[in-house]
């Protein structure tokens, strides 16, 4: 049963509903930006599973018809009490597009994405032993090695001028360094961090 009181929400201000924020509770992607109304959010609370209200097509039950519900694992109002931040298990995709979010497409979201699964994995090292990325985080050469194969294989897809093989490669590279950087505690935002001050410089 979720706990949360709807007495801290301010649905006159929306004309009947709120905003609702969707966030993979795991990777903390953004799903997705819907509205409810006050039955829709004790719906929400009553099944532990994500409605919602269109104002183009009333209720609906996320993932009703195609499956991808959305498990609740926590609610939370903003300050403002106008707005609910809904964190979620998600059982599929959250876009009608078939994507993970209807903010996919970035590279700074996939990045993301992926230092958040990265995180959890080391996290919970000793109950991912057989997974690659735990290998790579226990076995410090193993990883900086396979930073240099990888770097190597970029750097001949792009001299053969082969776009398909260095897709490929450079994926293998972000991922192997994203792994090397979270084992000597550096993040995507100290990355980012970085950049901001050398393109001020």
């Not at 996919?104 to 996939?110: D, F, R, V």
């Not at 193993?142 to 990888?150: A, D, F, M, S």
């Amino acid at each position: 049963m979720i706990t949360f009181d709807t007495t801290a929400l301010d649905f006159a201000k929306g004309n009947g509903i709120v905003t609702v924020i969707a966030q993979d509770s795991v990777t903390g992607t953004v799903l997705m930006v819907a509205h409810a109304d006050r039955d829709a959010v004790e719906k929400t609370i009553a099944t532990g599973e994500m409605h919602y209200t269109s104002r183009t097509r009333g209720a609906w039950h996320k993932g009703g018809t195609s499956g991808n519900v959305q498990r609740v694992v926590s609610l939370t109002a903003d300050c403002d009490g106008d707005a609910i931040l809904a964190r979620v298990e998600p059982a599929g995709p959250a876009c009608h597009l078939g994507r993970t979010s209807c903010f996919s497409g970035s590279l700074a979201t996939g990045l993301a994405e992926l230092a958040s699964v990265i995180e959890l994995r080391a996290v919970e090292l000793d109950n991912n032993s057989g997974s690659y990325t735990a290998r790579l985080l226990s076995d410090r050469n193993l990883r900086l090695k396979k930073i240099g194969e990888e770097a190597a294989e970029l750097v001949t897809a792009c001299a053969d001028g082969d776009p398909e093989s260095a897709t490929a490669e450079a994926a293998d590279l972000l991922y192997h360094t994203l792994v090397a950087l979270r084992a000597v505690g550096v993040t995507l935002d100290d990355v980012q961090m970085m950049l901001s001050k050398r393109r001020l410089q």
